[in-house]
């Protein structure tokens, strides 16, 4: 298996633009993390999903994050409006047992300038 | 508090030493995760472990549950091994970090 596929690998936008971030995690696994991590702030749990539906949203920092997954080889992270604040690295982590056992993707670094 | 916490915050130890890495935690849990970050940003899981001791080539990790501690020790310590390496526990169905350790290993 490939592992947890993430894309872009790096993405720079300008603020006020439309942010779509992509995760496929690994075949089999029946959950899905959204983190994002800044020097400030560490590693932070933005969403996570189980057996496709959103299970808990309170990491997402605003109305400007949402999330969706609409089956189990695909999700998707979007940001609209960016804004530089929202730079960071947002890693996709897939599993299959809850938060027992996670798999990180490489992670998209964001820079919105 | 952090739910999580880990000492020290940075480490520099010279090739060969034995290392050692802590992780408390305040709440009950079923299992700890440990987990290396490399320069690159990459992450990759090292142990999950819910009692007693695991080893993986040069690294051993141990945990108490009683005591709501684990050690994370690496033996022989090469520069290769100079990463952050964060604790994470999962306290309602998701994962919570500590701050994480960062750790160089110099020649």
């Known amino acids: 298996d490939a592992g947890v596929i993430q894309s872009p690998r790096h993405e720079v936008t300008e603020m006020g633009q439309e942010v779509t971030l992509r995760c496929k995690p690994i075949?089999?696994?029946?959950?899905l993390f959204w983190y994002r991590q800044t020097m400030m702030r560490g590693l932070e749990l933005l969403i996570y999903f189980n057996n496709n539906v959103p299970i808990d949203d309170s990491g997402m920092p605003e109305d400007r994050f949402s999330a969706k997954m609409p089956n189990a080889s695909f999700s998707t992270l979007k940001i609209q409006p960016s804004e530089p604040r929202d730079s960071a690295v947002y890693f996709c982590?897939?599993?299959?047992?809850?938060?027992?056992?996670?798999?990180f993707g490489p992670g998209t670094r964001l820079t919105v300038l | 508090k952090n739910e999580v916490e880990q000492s020290p915050q940075n480490l520099t130890a010279q090739e060969g030493e034995f290392i050692t890495i802590n992780c408390s935690y305040s709440v009950g849990i079923s299992a700890l995760h440990w987990l290396q970050q490399h320069p690159g940003g990459g992450i990759v899981s090292l142990f999950m472990l819910s009692s007693g001791k695991k080893k993986h080539g040069r690294l051993i990790a141990t945990i108490n549950i009683q005591e709501k501690h684990s050690s994370l020790h690496i033996t022989a310590s090469h520069p290769r091994d100079s990463a952050v390496y964060i604790c994470a526990v999962p306290l309602k169905g998701k994962l919570t970090f500590g701050t994480g350790t960062r750790l160089q290993v110099t020649l």
């Open positions: 982590a897939s599993g299959a047992g809850g938060a027992n056992e996670q798999f």
């Open positions: 075949s089999g696994h029946n959950s």
